[in-house]
């Protein structure tokens, strides 16, 4: 009997496992052929669209490695880069040099921020994640009271078409034009009708190549064993807070970076709104391609970006042709975007209640 | 001296804080040419609205479930409720009635539901039940756009069908409870009588029920879950009977809201409406794990308080609008400082 009980369990244990991925190649499966896309256009988008959110969604991986679950607090990165560019904006430097100067602004900026991020949680202990969450809606304030009253007064600001009419404050909508597509077409390359942005997928690339190459250092060993157990880590000598900070300090800067090359593709910033979407669609993308909030991979974070962007450019179009209604197909890709968010936690939080009672019953040895 | 600083120390620094930065307010708005009669009157009128609101975190906080960020879950409750009863014409006190009567078994469905799950994810139910409110609330937008509501009052003009973003109440029971026995003092001073008793009402409701045998059981449940099933009690059943009291009082919170508002607000609307509630309780002097029903009283009107003043107080002082940014700033900071508090506490 107890065997029977057990192969039912490792079936239901596989379906939780991959649940996310399962179900949204379904999803895609079926809207794909209903949103009438061609081949072409959709290996465009995805192509355009893994340029721009893979960085992103990278930088999401080294706090996971530690154990401290998805960091909600990239959102405090992507602020950070946001600055540089309305910095190099108002300086007026073009192209690469001011994509590269921008970055070398927003570094010491993400470094202090990803600091206080790290410390805060670790005083939040098992919570990370709501806290990181909620420190994104504070930073939030704190931003738009820096860029809103702080720019044109304090820091000074000299291209009046930044400034909102009153004198100060940055405008709603920012225009990256001077850095636009400049990593994405810095080396040209077309394949029947496709275009790809070579250079940006090669800084992709040296990512991936760091975050593999910084799991064997002693550094990433260290949050291995500090994601593992933190108070073995501790008895085996290594200094638990000062690695987690470290682990959110690099995922702040990262995110700063990936928030640059995301807006260098898009070219135009919501000054007020840019950095929040972009914490909610990395998150959603990287748990869509199969990561939990206790292991995620690389393959995870591609898998990810091409299934979820994949719905999101074909849902408006599917709920128009099959209702007859764009705006349903809008409200439908939002609610999965914060569904599948649900979701994948409900699933997570689940899987360790089961897993804890496997363990339990692997001990007792009748498995 | 030293007294004063045991009592800040027991009231908690942010407390002293905000309320001190309230009173300045209010000081300072005769000088900034504020009335003060009619910014205690808007004070006193969005504290009724948003009471049964924060009411609504008391019992999953007592059970141990964490703050509630899925209010939105009880607000759509409401919704459904208080479009139905315009649907089906019911004005005055009758439709508010109809509107609650008709939410609250919906409030307890889904809160049954949202109970179970939240039983499934112990120790992760705050994140989760964010991402419970979030998509609940998106769902509801496709929902809105679908369901075979008729009223031309409510569906858009030109299409006939689907419903508008923002509803009027105008005509069915705008203030309904408001304008019970309520009273105007002067030219700008007004007091919603009604709706004060009603959250009176309902917080002695709430009251009456922490202090029976299952209440009490719920308070050991939150404390200390092993002990309390050690004694016999079903945790996972008071938890979710938690979930559907703080469901259904979130159901009838968004009710009053809208009756003293005048306008029920659909799709996105209830999107953030569980942080203002959040951070209000926390304010109050709740911690995660425990709260009462005077931290809701001192919380609502303390947060709403300066809600209302920094937009006039300050506009006028500094001739900026900070107001967002402050609301912004206080509420999160909040729900932030009682989060990073209890683990030191704990440890």
Not at chain 1, 5 to 22: E, G, K, W, Y
Request: hydrophobic share 55%.
């Amino acid at each position: 009997m107890s065997r029977k009980i057990f192969t039912r369990d490792n079936v239901q244990h596989f379906l939780i496992s991959n649940a996310v991925p399962i179900i949204f190649i379904l999803l895609s499966a079926f809207a794909i052929p209903v949103s009438k896309f061609s081949g072409q256009y959709l290996v465009q988008e995805m192509l355009v669209r893994l340029s721009r959110d893979s960085f992103l969604v990278l930088s999401l991986l080294i706090p996971i490695m530690a154990g401290m679950g998805l960091n909600f607090g990239m959102v405090l990165g992507a602020m950070a880069g946001e600055i540089g560019l309305i910095l190099i904006t108002d300086w007026n430097i073009m192209g690469i040099q001011g994509m590269v100067l921008a970055m070398i602004i927003s570094t010491p900026l993400a470094v202090i921020l990803g600091w206080m991020c790290g410390s805060i949680l670790n005083r939040a202990k098992g919570r990370e994640m709501v806290t990181s969450f909620i420190l994104g809606f504070f930073m939030n304030g704190v931003y738009q009271l820096v860029v809103l009253y702080g720019f044109g007064k304090v820091v000074p600001i000299r291209n009046p078409q930044l400034l909102l009419s009153r004198g100060f404050g940055i405008r709603n909508v920012t225009n990256l034009e001077g850095i636009r597509k400049c990593l994405d077409n810095f080396i040209p390359l077309n394949i029947g009708g496709v275009s790809i942005p070579v250079a940006t997928f090669l800084v992709i690339a040296l990512f991936c190549l760091f975050v593999l190459w910084f799991k064997n250092t002693k550094l990433g060993q260290d949050m291995r064993a500090v994601g593992q157990d933190m108070d073995v880590a501790r008895s085996a000598g290594i200094e638990v807070e000062k690695t987690r900070v470290i682990s959110i300090v690099i995922s702040t800067v990262l995110a700063c970076y990936g928030q640059i090359i995301f807006l260098q593709n898009i070219g135009t910033m919501n000054t007020y709104n840019s950095h929040e979407q972009a914490g909610m669609f990395a998150i959603a993308a990287l748990l869509v391609g199969g990561a939990s909030v206790a292991k995620a991979t690389i393959p995870n974070v591609f898998v990810g970006v091409v299934l979820f962007h994949l719905m999101f450019v074909v849902s408006p179009m599917a709920g128009k042709y099959l209702i007859g209604q764009a705006q349903l197909g809008e409200y439908f890709r939002v609610f999965v975007s914060y569904g599948i968010i649900a979701i994948a936690l409900a699933l997570h939080a689940w899987k360790r209640y089961k897993d804890k009672e496997r363990a339990r019953r692997s001990l007792r040895g009748n498995a | 001296m030293k007294r004063i600083l045991q009592f800040i120390e027991r009231v908690g620094w942010p407390r002293v804080i905000i309320a001190i930065f309230l009173l300045s307010l209010f000081i300072a708005a005769p000088f900034v040419r504020v009335r003060i009669d009619a910014s205690i009157s808007d004070t006193l009128v969005r504290f009724g609205m948003n009471g049964v609101m924060v009411l609504a975190m008391v019992p999953m906080i007592q059970a141990g479930c964490g703050l509630n960020f899925g209010l939105p879950l009880g607000i759509i409750a409401g919704l459904v409720g208080a479009v139905t009863s315009i649907e089906m014409g019911i004005t005055g006190l009758a439709g508010i009635l109809a509107a609650m009567v008709i939410a609250v078994p919906i409030a307890t469905l889904l809160g049954l539901g949202y109970g179970i799950l939240l039983n499934k994810v112990k120790g992760g139910e705050m994140m989760i039940a964010t991402y419970v409110g979030f998509s609940s609330v998106a769902f509801m937008c496709i929902m809105w756009l679908m369901l075979p509501y008729k009223s031309p009052n409510m569906v858009w003009g030109y299409a006939g069908a689907g419903l508008r973003t923002t509803i009027s109440v105008e005509g069915y029971w705008d203030r309904a409870i408001s304008n019970v026995a309520s009273f105007n003092f002067g030219e700008f001073f007004y007091c919603p009588t009604g709706m004060f008793l009603f959250f009176a009402f309902m917080c002695f409701l709430i009251w009456i029920f922490m202090h029976t045998k299952t209440g009490t059981a719920m308070t050991t449940v939150g404390s200390n879950p092993e002990y309390a099933r050690s004694a016999g009690v079903d945790v996972d059943r008071m938890r979710i009977i938690s979930v559907i009291l703080s469901t259904v009082l979130g159901a009838i919170g968004i009710i009053v809201y809208q009756q003293s508002f005048g306008f029920i607000q659909l799709y996105m609307g209830p999107f953030y409406m569980a942080f203002p509630a959040v951070a209000a309780i926390l304010i109050g002097g709740a911690s995660v794990h425990k709260a009462t029903i005077l931290n809701v009283v001192i919380g609502t009107f303390l947060f709403q308080g300066i809600l209302t003043m920094t937009p006039s107080v300050i506009n006028s002082l500094i001739e900026t609008d900070m107001s967002e940014v402050i609301r912004i700033i206080v509420s999160n900071g909040m729900i932030l400082y009682a989060l990073t508090r209890v683990v030191k506490v704990r440890s």
